[in-house]
């Protein structure tokens, strides 16, 4: 009966929202698309045996029509002879009963009130409603009708996609207190987008000025129009300077401060649900690459001082099967040790800078410790990195704990398949984007842009096409592992790129050079100054060791070296003497300066730049 059109649950009357602009070319042209799309459908499936009696009912909605066309309101396009297929189109807005079996009625109303006007007297008898539109109308068509006791409010062409246990008589919600009805059907991102623009424009005093000089959002070419979410905007309309961001009173949720390493923390706010959300995703990154039940793993993240990552790590690691150990990095790192010992701990999370730190300190002790996967998040981890860890943790497993920023919550994952910056989008929390950062268009899939986020189910601080700050672009090809989840790649900081002496340099790549001399550690700064005319360039590490300072002078050669291997328009711009060879400046372990909330060095200090 679904193919055949013979169930009661069926389309009787087909109704269009048109105004009278160009109304007749419309109909016109769905006439001549309609024929062409009953043609192809009777091909491919032709209609199955009807009855003498349902013969007669289709011909006589047929011939009804042609009296009403003869008299110009009407149009009755159909398979004649054969019974196949029927649409009339009646210019009397009034709901008409279909024969059924391929037989289709057309009306237009100029708004959904004369529609409403139509159906009233049907109140009670109509069940079901398809729908047409993006998830703004269909929720404007559901509030404007429910009140008729419509049983149930679907996308057009899924009326009999019903679940068991459906509303099935229009009279059946008329026997409850309450009328419950749903817009059926699964919503997608690009409805999730519209709706949460719409919600955000309405509820939000920031965002109200932000799309002041933007018209409404129906489409993705419409949302492409938006202006990008900054960094400073989120600075300057969150607490305590304002809470203009926030589309409700804060209430039952959690602040935290988001800065990065620029030293200066902006403020974020989850309410609990968006929070509980945010920590099973988590605990979903973190299986996906690879922690189980057999795992013990201690959080190494630093606590406290509004710093998001102990709090939220030790809440998702609660949602997984492993066991935890909350150290944090606060204490002595010999009792760090000490802990992970005493629990036989097997896995570790934390800052990619501490966790070398803790790997360094155990490879001077010459401490055996059974560490067979890290899980790291927050700052950059290059090839060297790793080699480094596998070096002093042989056959561990190095995986990202999770692409992931305080204001957008988790944005990726990588499985099993996955390592350095690739990971799964979570497709059905975050929407991005790869755009070039001088046009702020687009770029074509699977090119290098700078990646936006939209957040799909963060309501209280919404944060819509907001810079990250990182580079990336579309994988491809399908993961291996088999997941339906787009793959994306990290490729890096827009910031990282230093412009200096007329070389481009990367401080991962700077990181990777400082990774091939043994005896440095992986905490290092870039520091830049213009001295007369020219810029100075200072590369700040701090040694592993203090015993290895007697070697400094032999230790800068080797850098020296690693650097103009890693970083070539570095050594083309000393040998064209635009730039002077850099100064490296090799510091005693704790030596430079950490952002005391974070942890984390501030990796660039550009004294060119005047605040």
């Not at 990367?506 to 810029?535: C, R």
């Amino acid at each position: 009966c679904m193919w055949d059109q013979s169930a009661c649950s069926n389309m009787h009357t087909l109704y269009l929202v048109l105004g009278e602009k160009n109304k007749d070319k419309l109909l016109k042209k769905l006439f001549e698309k309609l024929s062409q799309e009953f043609e192809y459908f009777q091909k491919k499936l032709p209609q199955g045996k009807i009855s003498d009696d349902e013969k007669v009912e289709i011909t006589k909605a047929r011939e009804i029509g042609k009296i009403d066309m003869a008299m110009d309101k009407a149009n009755v396009i159909s398979s004649f002879p054969t019974s196949h297929w029927t649409f009339i189109y009646e210019k009397d807005p009034s709901y008409r009963v279909s024969p059924l079996n391929r037989v289709l009625y057309i009306k237009t109303v100029k708004n959904l009130d004369e529609l409403k006007s139509n159906l009233y007297q049907l109140k009670g008898y109509l069940q079901t409603v398809a729908i047409a539109g993006n998830i703004l109308e269909k929720k404007q068509v559901m509030e404007k009708f429910y009140d008729l006791e419509l049983a149930r409010f679907v996308s057009l062409g899924s009326m009999l996609d019903g679940k068991t246990g459906s509303p099935h008589d229009g009279i059946f919600p008329m026997m409850n207190l309450v009328n419950w009805v749903s817009l059926e059907g699964r919503t997608d991102n690009k409805d999730k987008l519209i709706e949460i623009v719409k919600f955000a424009r309405e509820k939000s005093a920031f965002y109200k000025r932000h799309y002041s000089k933007v018209g409404d959002v129906l489409s993705l070419n419409d949302f492409e129009k938006l202006p990008f979410l900054e960094k400073s905007h989120v600075l300057e309309n969150t607490p305590p300077e304002s809470a203009d961001l926030l589309t409700a009173k804060a209430r039952r949720g959690i602040y935290f401060a988001s800065g990065g390493s620029t030293g200066q923390p902006k403020y974020v706010f989850y309410d609990q649900h968006e929070y509980e959300h945010t920590c099973r995703m988590l605990a979903h990154a973190y299986e996906a690459g690879g922690l189980n039940e057999n795992d013990v793993i201690a959080n190494l993240f630093v606590a406290g001082n509004l710093w998001s990552s102990w709090l939220s790590v030790e809440k998702a690691i609660a949602y997984t099967k492993a066991i935890s150990v909350p150290t944090g990095s606060n204490l002595p790192i010999e009792n760090i040790v000490r802990y992970l010992k005493d629990f036989n701990v097997n896995s570790i999370i934390g800052l990619p800078s501490f966790l070398a730190k803790l790997a360094e300190y155990i490879e001077e002790k010459g401490i055996k410790m059974p560490i067979k996967k890290i899980f790291y998040g927050g700052e950059y981890v290059g090839d060297e990195m790793v080699s480094f860890f596998k070096r002093v943790f042989p056959n561990c497993l190095v995986k990202s704990a999770g692409y992931a920023t305080a204001d957008a919550g988790v944005i990726g994952f990588q499985c099993d398949k996955l390592d350095k910056g690739r990971h799964h989008l979570f497709a059905y929390s975050q929407f991005i984007e790869f755009v070039d950062s001088k046009t702020k268009k687009p770029v074509k899939r699977g090119e290098i842009g700078e990646l936006i986020v939209t957040s799909l189910n963060k309501k209280y601080m919404p944060i819509i096409r907001y810079r990250v700050g990182d580079l990336g672009r579309w994988v491809l090809e399908p993961c291996p592992c088999g997941r339906k989840e787009p793959v994306f790649e990290i490729l890096g900081r827009c910031d990282d790129r230093i412009h200096v002496g007329g070389a481009h340099l990367f401080v991962n790549d700077i990181q990777n050079a400082i990774g091939k001399v043994p005896e440095l550690s992986f905490n290092f700064q870039v520091v830049i100054e213009k001295v007369s005319h020219k810029d100075k360039l200072e590369i700040k590490v701090e040694l592993k060791n203090d015993k290895y300072k007697k070697d400094i002078e032999k230790i800068e050669n080797k850098l020296y070296e690693a650097l103009y291997e890693y970083c070539e328009d570095l050594k083309e711009s000393v040998k064209m003497n635009w730039l002077d060879r850099p100064k490296i400046t090799l510091l005693s372990p704790n030596s430079i300066e950490r952002i005391k909330r974070t942890g984390k060095i501030s990796r660039v200090i550009d004294k060119r730049i005047k605040l």
